[in-house]
């Protein structure tokens, strides 16, 4: 009976907590995040740091953005200073210090990781776009990693190209920041699993500055990225994204 | 004294720039280790060599910034071939090779650069030819390329479009090279077109070259060099080229070339052309190959494949790559070529025909 009742109160917390998380457009939630993570200009300085089975490499980099939909990154770490990546829109080009040589990167390469890491040139690519690309459902709330989550299901939709086929995401409901998501294939196969660890609060803007993405094909391998500064709505000189700035 | 003159300028550039504007230093320790198989005595001989990179880069306000890159090198038991000794100066046993040392002005739409500069034009990997400034050499595609002394003046409509007007005076002011090139974004393709006259063949070239994506990564170079005032033939320079990546880790490439200047037989062929520096490569028809597999995020292995279709002689290389730390490279390769004898890649029984190369690099 005992047994019974706490079943029964399981269901009912189970299904109330649902009808709650239902009554939110997960459209809503996803613009929330973008209200966080869209920006009209930014400046970061930041790390990444590249694990496998026990060995570590660190690299380190500038990043300039322009509403999501323009960026530049420098390396300056002493194994990568120089090399650089501008982004605008869905292409992107990368310039090879030692050869002065700019090279536009090519669709499938896109699904290699920058510099050797286990976040892809699409995975920068595709965040824009979400909306786009996917189907969003909300499938309910989760406690996960001690923050109260929205999960949300992202599935491609027909007849478009995308890195993932699917996608769960789990979003904080107090900052609205992507603090957990899962990458599968089609197959239902788990290839990445991205984390945060750590929010900032930037003036009331709410940002992940320490994250990690696992590549879930290799063992033991991960990428850690830690924002050690960002400046938001800086002032971006003209010609900014351009290849002359690659230069 | 000419030959100490590129050290007096890489010492004048790299040392006292940090007191003049914001400088930032930068370089590199290198060393690489080869035996040579298969040669005249049948025995292993080997060769090192081992090179030291330094390199300036100052910011002298918002307008000017400017570079300073050389290196010394030292070479021990057979050469090791990964330089090129005739334009280094000789420096107390070793060598000095200047790189770079240009000054970059910055304006509105223009920038100007003077000085020994990399001119990068094309986009082939192991074949460009309408880079006629820092040739590819086919051996050794990803080699650290000898700078131009020139003066450039870029210009940039738009954010994707380039214009670039270039004069390279030559060795004593003979044999003047001067051209431009406009490059531009066209739907997913980077496309360009390039102009170059070349006072010591006497030739002009004609270029066009694509990079883009079909289904696959494709790209693509023509350079048309016409009948000279030497009444020598014109001829026509085409590579075709595609790559893609499987997977997430596993990436093809391959590249098909053809001079109409390159010779089908090999007893034609002009050697000295190729000791000279003058070509990279001797015959007509090529085809380029290569895989990489990046194991993890620290290792790679590769394999590459060099053939001289006119001559079928041919080269195999396979390699490894590692980091050891985040600024620490280490790398093996090996490469056997074949062929007959008198072929590009078999030039005779007495020269090696396999060389294994032990390479470690530090950057700092």
Sequence with gaps: MKLFLSIAVSLLFFVLHISLAEGLDPLEIIKKVDSNYVIDTAKIQAEMIIQSGGRTLTKSMTILSEGGEKGLIEFTNPQDRGTKYLKLGDELWMFFPEAEDIVKISGHMLRQGIMGSDYSYEDALEYERLGELYNISLLGKDDIRGKNCYLLELTAKPDVEVAYFRRRMWVTEEEFVIWQEELYAPSGKLLKLYTTQKIGNFDGRFYPVESTMENKLRKDSRTVLRIDSVEFGVPIPPGTFSKRALR | ?364
């Design chain 2, 1 to 364: 004294m000419t030959r100490r003159l590129p050290l007096a300028l890489l010492l004048v550039s790299l040392f006292p720039a940090s007191l003049f504007g914001e400088a930032e230093f930068f370089g590199s320790l290198e060393n690489l280790w080869s035996a040579y198989g298969g040669g005249e005595s049948g025995r292993v001989e080997w060769g090192d060599l081992a090179r030291v990179r330094l390199g300036v880069d100052v910011a002298g306000g918002e307008h000017i910034s400017g570079r300073g890159e050389g290196e010394v090198f030292a070479l021990f038991g057979r050469d090791a071939g990964a330089v090129d000794p005739s334009s280094a100066s000789l420096f107390e046993g070793g060598y000095l090779l200047l790189q770079r040392l240009y000054v970059r002005g910055r304006w509105d739409y223009v920038d100007s650069v003077i000085g020994r500069q990399r001119v990068a034009w094309g986009v082939g990997t192991a074949f460009r030819p309408t880079d006629r400034w820092n040739p590819v050499n086919p051996l050794d595609p990803g080699a650290y390329r000898k700078g131009v002394d020139a003066l450039q003046v870029l210009v940039y409509p738009s954010d994707l479009w380039e214009v670039s007007f270039i004069f390279a005076p030559g060795r004593g002011g003979r044999n003047v090279r001067a051209g431009g090139r406009v490059e531009g974004h066209i739907g997913a393709f980077d496309m360009g077109s390039s102009y170059l006259y070349d006072q010591a063949t006497g030739r002009d070239m004609l270029g066009l070259d694509f990079k883009g994506d079909l289904i696959v990564g494709v790209h693509g170079e023509g350079a048309y060099l016409p009948e000279n005032g030497r009444r020598e033939k014109g001829f026509l320079r085409l590579l075709g080229g595609a790559d893609y990546s499987f997977f997430q880790n596993l990436f093809f490439l391959v590249e098909c070339f053809y001079d109409e200047s390159g010779e089908e037989k090999p007893e034609r062929y002009d050697r000295r052309r190729l000791e000279d520096g003058l070509t990279t490569w001797l015959g007509r028809r090529y085809l380029f190959s290569q895989v990489t597999y990046r194991v993890d995020e620290f290792s790679s292995l590769g394999a590459s494949h060099l053939m001289n279709l006119s001559d079928s002689s041919f080269v195999l290389g396979a390699s490894v790559a590692s980091f050891f730390a985040s600024n620490v490279e280490v790398g093996l390769e090996e490469r056997i070529f074949f062929g007959d004898e008198g072929s590009e890649y078999r030039p005779s029984e007495d020269v090696p025909w396999c060389v294994t190369t032990l390479r470690w690099e530090m950057k700092f």
